[in-house]
């Protein structure tokens, strides 16, 4: 098989891509940044196998203005800094928010052994900042649905996340067939609803409760 790639270098005309940006999270068009794209084209057997094509594009969004690299062939697409899960990260305590960043930015990355273990980390934070009593993770978990008030469906998905944090950690641990980007979202998605319950829905109705009127 002959494969090269051309010499000549094309340019074209920079249209936008539609992201979530991996520095303020906002979802938008990002253009072009007064520049063409350029592209070449990957040569197997005499014919044009593939296009590749590079550029750069800019955050629409005025308070952020962050720049990404965008790489597109046959296969797909590339975005560098990779986008990342959107969270909302009002009322969390500092560790905690640490934490779930740092595992958002691993499964972004293709860390995913890696996320699934500051997933885990986050419910040792969790854990900790409602002091919840236990030798292991596993009992603290039990102990946490006594001290705050969680769906039990919520509760036991925690053990599950416990269980996937122990596969990324342990060889001998074999709870999960693999660990991989679907495993790392759905975590890190429950990991946000368990978070919601505990922090940030009470938080919304003491809000709501603020505008209605004193009693008579």
Not at 31 to 59: K, L
Not at 81 to 105: C, G, T
Request: net charge neutral; aromatic share 6%.
């Amino acid at each position: 098989m002959d494969l090269r790639i051309t010499s000549e270098v094309s340019q074209y005309n920079p249209g936008p891509i539609n992201i979530r940006c991996p520095a303020c999270r906002l979802k938008g068009a990002f253009h072009g940044v007064n520049a063409q794209d350029a592209g070449w084209n990957r040569i197997v057997n005499n014919r044009i196998a593939s296009t590749v094509r590079v550029g750069i594009r800019q955050c629409p969004n005025i308070e952020c203005r962050s720049v990404v690299f965008y790489a597109k062939d046959n296969d797909g697409r590339q975005i560098y800094p990779p986008e990342v899960i959107d969270f909302d990260s009002s009322n969390l305590p500092p560790r905690i928010l640490a934490s779930l960043e740092e595992a958002i930015k691993c499964h972004a990355s293709g860390c995913y052994r890696a996320s699934a273990l500051m997933v885990r980390r986050v419910l040792e934070e969790l854990c900790e900042d409602k002091q919840a009593g236990g030798d292991n993770l596993m009992k603290r978990l039990a102990s946490l649905g006594k001290t705050v008030i969680i769906p039990q469906e919520l509760l036991a998905a925690a053990d599950d996340l416990r269980l996937l944090g122990n596969d990324a950690a342990h060889i001998e641990a074999k709870t999960y067939d693999q660990i991989g980007p679907d495993e790392c979202a759905i975590a890190i998605e429950l990991a946000k609803e368990l978070l919601k319950a505990v922090y940030q829905y009470t938080d919304l109705v003491a809000r709501l409760k603020a505008f209605k009127k004193p009693s008579a």
